[in-house]
């Protein structure tokens, strides 16, 4: 699950058991995740999906 709202997609892809990649547009300071990756655009959350493959 790639997302940039924390509750929503990375909360939501986590309890639905997938790998997750927040795209933190830094809207969310200081609050915990479980994210497996974070990364700030969406062409470094393409780079880890090709990476995965």
Excluded at 40 to 53: F, N, R, S, Y
């Amino acid at each position: 699950m790639v997302g940039d709202h924390l509750v929503a997609d990375i909360g939501g892809g986590r309890a639905a058991g997938l790998r997750t990649v927040w795209i933190d547009r830094g809207t969310w300071p200081g609050q915990e995740h479980e994210a497996d990756h974070v990364v700030t655009d969406v062409l470094q959350a393409m780079e880890i999906l090709h990476a995965v493959q």
